[in-house]
């Protein structure tokens, strides 16, 4: 079957002069960037775990597709060979020879020239070549060969020098430097007589096909043996191989055949057909200089270059055209056309035929888009829409802008979306004749009908309109149809025409119009399988083109079910116009526009198998098994390994423990850092479009963190169990300082209380004694002013009877002066009254106080109290009251009586206490 595929995909490439430079397969490039080694890689083979290998100067490298790895010698010696036989890889050095195996993720060394001391301290030995033949391992130096047969090496020294040696029919040919080609026979060699011609000239490979056997030159081209003898290969390409120089050549399936050149890249050569191609720095290599190739399980071809590695997809469904010159510029739209391609891009519209590109004339500026019915080909440009017919371009209207040009779903009229509304065409046969809708001039940029006298239309910016209008195409109404159904964001509004069905994408939603509610309704089916996409472009009836999370599929449609089909990323990456995909279909290619060309993809229609998938484990740059445990917060790279490295790469997704969304692997690594301690485990999926399969996991475990180990919690719990001791403790301690503290808070308290209560008693005595003495002062004042008033009426009375008696010398008169003097001298009324006003008002307090707790004490009883409080004498009271002695003595017993003083009391002494 994959022998069938190439021969497709090589007529594809050879058959038309039109291929014959631009249109190539698919080259996949690797720089030093990527395998982080040397310049050049002088050998390149394909092992049984299907990873590529490179001998790389002082480098062996490996690549499964995933990861690049890299190893020296023990000598550090650069390395010239390489060849995988089973599940060795040998390699062939200055002066070294061994073989390297797989194991825990890495290559080890095993020197077979070491063991078997092969080298002598003298001589100059490199091994530029290794083959297998009958059962043999040949290393090969410029000198000398050595043979690897049951573990033992014999050696064949040359007196000539060889450029290499090759397998020719179980024969092992020794190509001289000057003295023509020989061939090993055990051990000795014979030189092939008529192959004489060959005298003088390096050979850097011979190769057997049929019954011809092709001899390479390095400068002298091409020669080919056979029955009749040796002759110049009867080819045009011979003379450009003569001055390219040729470095390898290797025939793949036997008709066809590739050739590394020195200085122009790589010539692809279709032997039935004498077509080619020349793949070279001009179009795809990085370098001009190949020095080594080999082809991989898929059939497609890998270079070993001066300064880098390409992998070229020479058995791909997938071919590119690229201008790299920068004449052709951004491709907005293709279709093939009978002897090339027609292209519209931003510097205008251009026709590739015959290896040649050229521009249209008068199409400069911006063309949109590029629409093939019939024979004839509608373009939307900048300046108007052309119509290119018989290889002639011709500008059918001027209306600018004509981004998207479809066929109605009612009739045979198409509709034009352009920068100013709507242009409808009646006859597919003359172009010329179109109607553009009156009164509508938005810019649109996708258009749709399903009825006689509606336009769905999707302005290039926001909004969706539904566009109403009579049989002259003039307006009747404009709708907004977002605005009517309440879609805020309707930015980038696109149309999809599914199975007579338009669908409206609005806001990340799918939605159809119901004709009958006249609201945009969501569609189950599309919103299912379609959403989030970031754009979307019809093919035909049941293919579409939909660019998802930067992954580009062709879908198609089979009832309800959608088979994707991925276009592998690496074709496209960095090349797509965002919003403004095209396909055309031709056949059962598809054409898709990109940046700088585009890309011509043919879908399989072989059955999917499921592939075998390998999954490799990192932790710590260590290869670790399934069921694994790591530590915790330590990254864990896996490596998903398909080998398959071609168009065939398979579509693998993964999840993570209970994940639902299924995750693209993209490059086959994935990286997991940050993950939570316990199980966990990665499922890897294959889809073929339809259904996914599982095709691998692994199972692994993330171990606690050092601070949740066993002897961590332990001691946690021994720290918890101290500190709450410490803490007790220290609760105890300054309890115990608290009860201390609050004691001695007590006492102080006591003690302040105590001299608060001395202080108030010895200020209460002081009070006290201040009022008693208060009293005293009072009752003295009244005994002084009493006494003094009794004094005064004496001296007086006495002075004026001692004038009558000095005066009077009768007996009689002098008795009644004198009467008269002691009645005048007698106290009057009003004296007694201011006397008494005075008493009352010293001892008011006191008469307030007494009248308050003894009621009943009369006026008279009150008067008494404060003569009693003047400490006088019954005997002064009595005047003082004018009543007699006898009298006085009584009222002071009745006052007793009402103030409840028994007879051991001093009334006195009591009315002074109050």
Not at 636 to 660: E, R
Request: include cysteine.
């Amino acid at each position: 079957m994959k022998s069938n595929t190439v021969k497709i995909v090589f007529f594809f490439l050879f058959s038309l002069n039109v291929f014959s430079q631009e249109l190539l397969p698919f080259v996949e490039n690797y720089s030093k960037y990527n395998y982080q080694g040397d310049n050049q890689i002088w050998s390149l083979s394909q092992g049984i775990d299907k990873a590529m290998y490179f001998a790389n100067n002082h480098y062996f490298l490996r690549y499964d597709g995933v990861k690049w790895e890299k190893y020296t010698l023990p000598n550090k010696t650069i390395i010239r060979s390489v060849l995988v036989i089973g599940d060795k890889v040998y390699t062939g050095s200055y002066k070294e020879f061994g073989y390297w195996y797989r194991k825990n993720g890495k290559m080890i060394y095993f020197s077979i020239s070491n063991r078997n001391k092969t080298f002598k301290d003298t001589g100059n030995e490199e091994i530029w070549k290794i083959v297998q033949l009958n059962n043999k391992i040949y290393f090969q130096s410029f000198n000398e060969i050595y043979i690897l047969e049951n573990g033992k090496i014999n050696e064949i020294k040359l007196p000539f020098q060889i450029s290499y040696c090759f397998p020719v029919n179980d024969e092992l040919f020794l190509a001289s430097i000057n003295d023509g080609v020989f061939k090993l026979q055990g051990s000795s060699y014979q030189k092939i007589e008529n192959w004489s011609v060959l005298k003088g000239n390096v050979i850097h490979s011979i190769e057997n096909i049929g019954n011809k056997v092709y001899i390479f030159t390095q400068k002298n081209g091409v020669f080919v043996a056979d029955k009749s003898g040796i002759h110049i290969w009867n080819n045009a390409l011979n003379a450009t191989l003569k001055g390219a120089i040729i470095n390898c050549a290797k025939f793949l399936n036997q008709d066809k055949l590739i050739v590394g050149t020195a200085s122009e890249g790589v010539y692809c050569i279709d032997m039935k057909s004498n077509s080619y191609i020349n793949i070279n720095r001009n179009n795809m290599l990085m370098n001009n200089s190949v020095l080594s190739i080999d082809f991989d399980k898929e059939n497609d071809l890998w270079l070993g270059l001066d300064n880098g590695i390409a992998h070229v997809e020479i058995n791909s469904p997938v071919s590119i055209f690229t201008d790299n010159t920068g004449t052709l510029g951004s491709v907005y739209s293709v279709a093939t056309t009978d002897t090339g391609f027609l292209m519209a891009s931003n510097h205008g519209i251009y026709n590739y035929e015959n290896n040649n590109l050229s521009l249209l004339p008068n199409s400069k500026g911006q063309a949109w888009n590029i629409t093939k019915i019939n024979n004839q080909y509608v373009i939307g440009h900048n300046e108007g829409t052309f119509l290119y017919k018989n290889n002639t371009l011709t500008k059918i209207n001027g209306v600018n802008g004509g981004w998207n040009f479809t066929k109605s779903n009612l009739n045979s009229n198409f509709l034009q979306a352009t920068y100013s509304g709507i242009n409808i065409y009646k006859n597919e046969n003359d172009f010329s004749q179109y109607t553009q809708i009156k009164d509508f001039y938005k810019p649109i940029k996708y258009v749709a009908q399903n009825k006689i006298d509606e336009i769905w239309a999707a302005d290039n910016y926001r909004g969706l309109y539904r566009v109403l209008f009579d049989n002259q195409y003039k307006i009747k109404k404009v709708i907004n149809v977002a605005q009517q159904n309440n879609i805020s964001n309707d930015f980038g509004v696109k149309i999809l025409e599914f199975r007579n069905e338009i669908l409206f994408f609005i806001n990340n939603t799918w939605y159809t119009h119901n004709s009958i509610t006249n609201v945009l309704e969501k569609n189950s089916l599309f919103n299912s399988n379609f959403k989030n996409i970031s754009d979307i472009v019809a093919i035909n009836e049941n293919n579409f083109l939909v660019l998802q999370s930067g992954l580009l599929y062709i879908i198609h449609s089979r009832g309800t079910q959608f088979i994707w089909n991925l276009v592998q990323e690496k074709y496209y990456r960095g090349k797509i116009i965002n919003d403004n995909l095209k396909i055309f279909k031709n056949q059962e290619q598809y054409l898709l526009n990109l940046d700088d060309g585009f890309i011509v993809l043919e879908l399989k229609k072989d059955k999917v198998s499921v592939p075998n998938i390998k999954v490799e484990a990192y932790n710590n740059k260590e290869l670790i098994p399934n069921q694994s445990s790591i530590k915790y917060n330590n990254e864990l790279k896996l490596h998903i390994v398909s080998g398959i490295y071609g168009s065939n790469k398979p579509n693998l997704f993964y999840k993570i423990d209970d994940q639902k969304q299924l995750m693209p692997t993209k490059e086959g690594s994935l990286v997991f850092n940050n993950l939570n301690s316990g199980s966990h485990s990665i499922v890897v999926y294959f889809s073929d479009g339809i259904k996914f399969y599982e095709v691998s996991n692994f199972q692994f475990k993330v171990d606690k963190p050092w601070y949740f180990s066993f002897w961590m919690v332990l001691f946690y719990l021994l720290a918890i169990a101290v500190i709450l001791y410490l803490y007790y403790k220290w609760n105890k301690i300054k309890y115990n300082q608290k009860l201390a503290l609050k004691e001695e808070e007590l006492r102080h308290q006591k003690r302040i209380l105590e001299i608060e209560l001395q202080a108030e008693n010895e200020l209460n005595v002081q009070e006290y004694e201040k009022h008693i003495l208060e009293l005293e002062i009072q009752t003295k004042s009244s005994e002084v002013a009493g006494k003094s008033l009794s004094i005064a009426k004496q001296s007086e009375m006495i002075e004026n009877i001692q004038q009558i008696l000095d005066n009077e010398f009768d007996i009689n008169k002098l008795k009644s002066e004198i009467k008269k003097a002691i009645k005048i001298n007698a106290v009057n009324k009003q004296e007694w009254k201011v006397f008494e006003n005075n008493l009352n008002q010293i001892h008011n307090e006191f008469i307030k106080g007494l009248s308050t707790k003894y009621p009943l004490l009369t006026s008279k009883d009150i008067k008494l109290c404060v003569y009693l409080k003047m400490n006088l004498s019954s005997k002064e009271i009595a005047p003082l009251m004018n009543i007699s002695f006898r009298s006085v003595e009584l009222h002071r017993y009745r006052l007793r009586k009402k103030l409840g003083l028994n007879q051991e009391k001093n009334l006195t002494k009591f009315l002074l206490e109050i």
